[in-house]
């Protein structure tokens, strides 16, 4: 290993694709653990927050899952982290968020675990306050001299300082001469804030002048402010540095004074209080970050240089001590301790590389054992075995997975529908003590609940909730599914979390009512029985009008989206018509006939019920709904297309139009105000029939899902399949509980049907030797798919069987008898005489062809003939 090359002792990667800048990272004992031990604070443009307390087995090893004591997802891009004295009453570390509009301050609490799952961490948000301005950065520290205490100022991307005294906002200022928004800090000993203007230079200002200066309420020019009541902002004293400064950082490690030290482009600054030049140092690389610490030599400082080559420069005052090499170009670098190590230097990359490493060579911390020269003594070794075998069998008897206080649920989940429709009530009773027990009531859409969460007091044992709701419709749509499941999540007395859940049908009348029954259909189903027809006064007492009596063989349903469907029983023959003018309607009457005739004859214990399905399944209406349900896929992809070009030539106008304001001389608009406005009226246009496509797309997955639903099951009729290949069924045509553009319905069913055809639907090694792409994609049009899914239908039309286990005829097949081979080999190749070079001649024939051929070798008019 090479000496100079950083140490790894710790490292991951954060998310996948998240961007990091210079704020984002930050090292303090954010959870006022009081060990001096730091944690690392991440924050991300994505809006990530994460919490790591690094601590690896040995140097290197891979993260553990407890080293990462928090992540949390906040609404906004995460601009800069900082850990200080940010709450009034308490002298508590406390962690400040910057986001564009917002600034937040959270109180992290950690809470000692009880299992093996280590302590939990949260975030407790303690104030925000809402930005008038676009953040840029900030700084903290005890303006003003006060004590115990840290205030912080934001700097705007306008060029204004907005003070707060913790929970109160205190007044904001603004630069003057301000273009653009340069670092910031703030240095305690002389009360000043450091930054590096657009002008090159470093600028400090007092405290004191920016809290008697000049209000900002608006904007004001430097002969404005002449004229306006109050002081103007002077500044203290100015540096000429002649380059853009990627960061500034004041030190003070003593009593005595403290330094300025400013990071440029091609150079690196040491200033004093007043401003003058302490030393400074000429770069021969491009630096990315920097980091000053406490020096062992009195009077001098250390500095940590990263550059864009990965190289990790320490200096002392000016000179070079030590160059080590990163494994990435770090924006942010800082000093941490961490388990009794200090001094680990924290790095972190744009893409999220983090990563905590030291310098130097790694010690040889192996010593020789001793030898043992003590003789073993078999004897007492064999009885310990024998002791421990037999601790070993009695456990494996005596002890259950589960220990005996939790073999029965410790707390249990049940719904019950009212059969007026009214409410559905769903009651939890505890036999244990439940912390924080939380319910979760889920259905599918386009189906909705009044109220979807609710959060309890802790349970008692013995002691119960009920809680009452309602369930609607919510879009102009049949539901494909009326189910539903309850779900309760709670935390038992040692700190163990837990759920119980619940599922819970939905009754038909929920969606549709009574009606007159139609004669003509366009679309008509039969289910064939082996018991006579039942009567729909029976089966349906919801529907059916009790003074019909028997004579009820028709029966008409009426969805409240407004298509009608019917159901009729024959007098002769053991059949039940489901016909409508959707196909999609048909699912779920067909559904509850199979459902009540089932329950029916269950409870006249009749064990030998089946329903069968004899005739042709309506494939080409079910591709006229997937054809329907791309063709608004496509819809939203070109109106996102036209939006994204709209939108591109709006914002062009508009900087036309700001360049135009901007000139001295007044130019004429040329229409460019015209324009923007016909643009604006065309962005809102594309927006609402976007919109409007949505709900559409929306209406047509379910409908498509209905229907999927239906073939499903006419499939399983057909077949008779059983319980575990309508699973692979539903998996196959349902896979997805919602449509996207990124994954959509089609491409996913035609990967799952593909590998079906692949795999247990083949009729040769040719079909299984292809390969299936790994990335999905919208397709172009929906050919494929319906050609795959007609083949499908056609494969189980002719004996083939679904299954994900591995084809054993098939493996059969690609088996070769060894034995024979030689046997034929020994009458006819006498020319070689030789058994291994036999072998050696006929497997190379046979990985040529890849098994896919049968095989022929010919030698003096005889054969050996290989079936593969």
Same mark, same amino acid.
């Given at each position: 290993?090479?000496?100079?090359?950083?140490?790894?002792?710790?490292?991951?990667?954060?998310?996948?694709?998240?961007?990091?800048?210079?704020?984002?990272?930050?090292?303090?004992?954010?959870?006022?653990?009081?060990?001096?031990?730091?944690?690392?604070?991440?924050?991300?443009?994505?809006?990530?927050?994460?919490?790591?307390?690094?601590?690896?087995?040995?140097?290197?090893?891979?993260?553990?899952?407890?080293?990462?004591?928090?992540?949390?997802?906040?609404?906004?891009?995460?601009?800069?982290?900082?850990?200080?004295?940010?709450?009034?009453?308490?002298?508590?570390?406390?962690?400040?968020?910057?986001?564009?509009?917002?600034?937040?301050?959270?109180?992290?609490?950690?809470?000692?675990?009880?299992?093996?799952?280590?302590?939990?961490?949260?975030?407790?948000?303690?104030?925000?306050?809402?930005?008038?301005?676009?953040?840029?950065?900030?700084?903290?520290?005890?303006?003003?001299?006060?004590?115990?205490?840290?205030?912080?100022?934001?700097?705007?991307?306008?060029?204004?300082?907005?003070?707060?005294?913790?929970?109160?906002?205190?007044?904001?200022?603004?630069?003057?001469?301000?273009?653009?928004?340069?670092?910031?800090?703030?240095?305690?000993?002389?009360?000043?804030?450091?930054?590096?203007?657009?002008?090159?230079?470093?600028?400090?200002?007092?405290?004191?002048?920016?809290?008697?200066?000049?209000?900002?309420?608006?904007?004001?020019?430097?002969?404005?402010?002449?004229?306006?009541?109050?002081?103007?902002?002077?500044?203290?004293?100015?540096?000429?540095?002649?380059?853009?400064?990627?960061?500034?950082?004041?030190?003070?490690?003593?009593?005595?004074?403290?330094?300025?030290?400013?990071?440029?482009?091609?150079?690196?600054?040491?200033?004093?209080?007043?401003?003058?030049?302490?030393?400074?140092?000429?770069?021969?690389?491009?630096?990315?970050?920097?980091?000053?610490?406490?020096?062992?030599?009195?009077?001098?400082?250390?500095?940590?240089?990263?550059?864009?080559?990965?190289?990790?420069?320490?200096?002392?005052?000016?000179?070079?001590?030590?160059?080590?090499?990163?494994?990435?170009?770090?924006?942010?670098?800082?000093?941490?301790?961490?388990?009794?190590?200090?001094?680990?230097?924290?790095?972190?990359?744009?893409?999220?590389?983090?990563?905590?490493?030291?310098?130097?060579?790694?010690?040889?911390?192996?010593?020789?054992?001793?030898?043992?020269?003590?003789?073993?003594?078999?004897?007492?070794?064999?009885?310990?075995?024998?002791?421990?075998?037999?601790?070993?069998?009695?456990?494996?008897?005596?002890?259950?997975?589960?220990?005996?206080?939790?073999?029965?649920?410790?707390?249990?989940?049940?719904?019950?529908?009212?059969?007026?429709?009214?409410?559905?009530?769903?009651?939890?009773?505890?036999?244990?003590?439940?912390?924080?027990?939380?319910?979760?009531?889920?259905?599918?859409?386009?189906?909705?609940?009044?109220?979807?969460?609710?959060?309890?007091?802790?349970?008692?044992?013995?002691?119960?909730?009920?809680?009452?709701?309602?369930?609607?419709?919510?879009?102009?749509?049949?539901?494909?599914?009326?189910?539903?499941?309850?779900?309760?999540?709670?935390?038992?007395?040692?700190?163990?979390?837990?759920?119980?859940?619940?599922?819970?049908?939905?009754?038909?009348?929920?969606?549709?009512?009574?009606?007159?029954?139609?004669?003509?259909?366009?679309?008509?189903?039969?289910?064939?029985?082996?018991?006579?027809?039942?009567?729909?006064?029976?089966?349906?007492?919801?529907?059916? !009008?009790?003074? @019909?009596?028997? $004579? #009820? /063989?028709?029966?008409?349903?009426?969805?409240?989206?407004? &298509?009608?469907?019917? =159901?009729?029983?024959?007098?002769?023959?053991?059949?039940?018509?489901?016909?409508?003018?959707?196909?999609?309607?048909?699912?779920?009457?067909?559904?509850?006939?199979?459902?009540?005739?089932?329950?029916?004859?269950?409870?006249?214990?009749?064990?030998?019920?089946?329903?069968?399905?004899?005739?042709?399944?309506?494939?080409?209406?079910?591709?006229?709904?997937?054809?329907?349900?791309?063709?608004?896929?496509?819809?939203?992809?070109?109106?996102?297309?036209?939006?994204?070009?709209?939108?591109?030539?709006?914002?062009?106008?508009?900087?036309?139009?700001?360049?135009?304001?901007?000139?001295?001389?007044?130019?004429?608009?040329?229409?460019?105000?015209?324009?923007?406005?016909?643009?604006?009226?065309?962005?809102?246009?594309?927006? !609402?029939?976007? @919109?409007?496509? $949505? #709900? /559409?797309?929306?209406?047509?997955?379910?409908?498509?899902? &209905?229907?999927?639903? =239906?073939?499903?099951?006419?499939?399983?009729?057909?077949?008779?399949?059983?319980?575990?290949?309508?699973?692979?069924?539903?998996?196959?045509?349902?896979?997805?509980?919602?449509?996207?553009?990124?994954?959509?319905?089609?491409?996913?069913?035609?990967?799952?049907?593909?590998?079906?055809?692949?795999?247990?639907?083949?009729?040769?090694?040719?079909?299984?030797?292809?390969?299936?792409?790994?990335?999905?994609?919208?397709?172009?049009?929906?050919?494929?798919?319906?050609?795959?899914?007609?083949?499908?239908?056609?494969?189980?039309?002719?004996?083939?069987?679904?299954?994900?286990?591995?084809?054993?005829?098939?493996?059969?097949?690609?088996?070769?008898?060894?034995?024979?081979?030689?046997?034929?080999?020994?009458?006819?190749?006498?020319?070689?005489?030789?058994?291994?070079?036999?072998?050696?001649?006929?497997?190379?024939?046979?990985?040529?062809?890849?098994?896919?051929?049968?095989?022929?070798?010919?030698?003096?008019?005889?054969?050996?003939?290989?079936?593969?």
């Amino acid at each position: 290993m090479s000496l100079f090359k950083a140490r790894n002792w710790w490292s991951t990667i954060l998310g996948e694709k998240e961007e990091f800048d210079q704020g984002c990272l930050c090292v303090a004992d954010v959870d006022n653990s009081g060990s001096g031990q730091d944690k690392v604070i991440v924050g991300s443009y994505k809006g990530y927050l994460r919490i790591f307390n690094p601590h690896p087995v040995k140097p290197g090893d891979e993260v553990q899952p407890e080293d990462l004591l928090l992540e949390v997802q906040l609404r906004e891009p995460i601009l800069q982290v900082e850990v200080g004295k940010f709450v009034s009453g308490t002298e508590g570390l406390h962690l400040a968020v910057l986001h564009c509009r917002k600034l937040c301050v959270y109180a992290v609490s950690g809470t000692q675990g009880n299992v093996e799952h280590g302590n939990q961490y949260q975030i407790k948000l303690v104030y925000e306050h809402n930005l008038q301005r676009t953040a840029c950065n900030m700084t903290y520290g005890p303006f003003g001299g006060v004590k115990g205490r840290d205030f912080i100022c934001i700097q705007s991307m306008d060029g204004m300082l907005m003070l707060f005294e913790q929970e109160s906002y205190a007044f904001g200022r603004f630069l003057p001469g301000f273009l653009l928004p340069g670092p910031l800090t703030y240095s305690s000993r002389t009360d000043s804030f450091i930054t590096v203007s657009s002008c090159q230079r470093v600028e400090s200002y007092k405290y004191q002048v920016l809290a008697f200066a000049t209000d900002a309420d608006e904007r004001q020019d430097t002969e404005q402010q002449k004229l306006s009541s109050g002081k103007r902002l002077v500044v203290d004293w100015i540096l000429n540095i002649g380059e853009q400064a990627l960061d500034i950082c004041v030190v003070s490690f003593n009593q005595g004074a403290s330094s300025v030290f400013v990071l440029g482009e091609r150079n690196f600054f040491c200033l004093k209080d007043n401003g003058q030049i302490r030393f400074m140092k000429k770069l021969d690389y491009s630096p990315s970050c920097f980091v000053p610490y406490c020096s062992v030599r009195e009077g001098t400082i250390n500095t940590l240089i990263a550059s864009h080559s990965k190289i990790l420069n320490v200096y002392q005052d000016v000179t070079l001590k030590w160059a080590t090499q990163l494994p990435c170009i770090p924006v942010s670098v800082k000093v941490a301790n961490f388990q009794d190590l200090k001094g680990v230097i924290v790095t972190l990359s744009d893409d999220g590389h983090l990563q905590c490493s030291y310098l130097g060579t790694d010690p040889s911390l192996f010593q020789a054992p001793k030898v043992d020269s003590r003789e073993i003594n078999y004897e007492e070794i064999n009885a310990e075995m024998k002791e421990l075998q037999r601790i070993i069998r009695e456990a494996t008897k005596t002890q259950d997975i589960l220990p005996e206080s939790e073999k029965q649920r410790d707390l249990t989940v049940t719904a019950e529908v009212s059969p007026d429709l009214d409410e559905e009530s769903i009651t939890i009773q505890s036999r244990v003590t439940a912390q924080k027990p939380s319910l979760v009531v889920c259905v599918q859409p386009p189906l909705a609940v009044t109220c979807d969460q609710f959060v309890f007091d802790d349970l008692e044992p013995d002691s119960s909730e009920t809680v009452v709701l309602s369930v609607f419709l919510k879009e102009n749509c049949s539901p494909p599914e009326l189910e539903g499941t309850c779900m309760v999540s709670y935390n038992i007395a040692t700190g163990i979390p837990r759920v119980s859940q619940c599922s819970f049908s939905l009754p038909l009348k929920l969606v549709c009512f009574p009606a007159q029954p139609s004669k003509a259909a366009n679309h008509k189903l039969t289910i064939d029985t082996n018991k006579p027809p039942i009567s729909f006064v029976t089966i349906f007492p919801d529907f059916v !009008d009790p003074s @019909e009596g028997d $004579q #009820a /063989n028709a029966l008409g349903f009426q969805f409240i989206a407004g &298509s009608k469907a019917t =159901l009729l029983a024959s007098k002769t023959s053991q059949r039940y018509r489901i016909q409508s003018d959707q196909l999609e309607d048909l699912w779920l009457v067909t559904k509850e006939l199979i459902y009540r005739l089932e329950e029916h004859f269950k409870k006249q214990n009749c064990k030998d019920f089946a329903c069968t399905f004899s005739g042709s399944i309506p494939l080409q209406e079910y591709f006229e709904l997937i054809d329907r349900h791309f063709e608004l896929r496509l819809n939203a992809e070109k109106y996102q297309e036209l939006l994204s070009e709209r939108a591109v030539q709006f914002r062009a106008i508009e900087r036309r139009l700001l360049t135009r304001f901007k000139e001295k001389t007044p130019a004429p608009l040329q229409h460019l105000d015209t324009l923007l406005e016909g643009t604006f009226r065309e962005v809102i246009a594309l927006a !609402d029939a976007a @919109e409007e496509n $949505q #709900a /559409n797309v929306f209406q047509a997955f379910a409908k498509l899902k &209905s229907a999927t639903h =239906l073939v499903i099951m006419l499939i399983s009729l057909w077949q008779k399949l059983s319980t575990d290949q309508v699973a692979i069924l539903e998996a196959t045509f349902l896979p997805l509980a919602e449509d996207t553009q990124e994954l959509g319905w089609e491409e996913t069913v035609d990967a799952a049907v593909s590998y079906l055809l692949r795999t247990c639907l083949s009729k040769s090694s040719k079909e299984q030797a292809l390969t299936l792409s790994s990335h999905l994609s919208m397709p172009k049009d929906t050919s494929r798919l319906k050609k795959n899914i007609t083949l499908f239908c056609d494969r189980l039309a002719k004996g083939g069987r679904l299954s994900l286990s591995t084809d054993l005829a098939t493996q059969q097949a690609a088996v070769i008898n060894i034995s024979c081979i030689e046997q034929e080999c020994g009458q006819h190749f006498t020319v070689h005489n030789d058994l291994h070079e036999c072998h050696r001649i006929i497997f190379k024939e046979i990985l040529f062809i890849s098994f896919s051929v049968s095989l022929l070798f010919s030698y003096s008019g005889s054969k050996v003939v290989l079936f593969c």
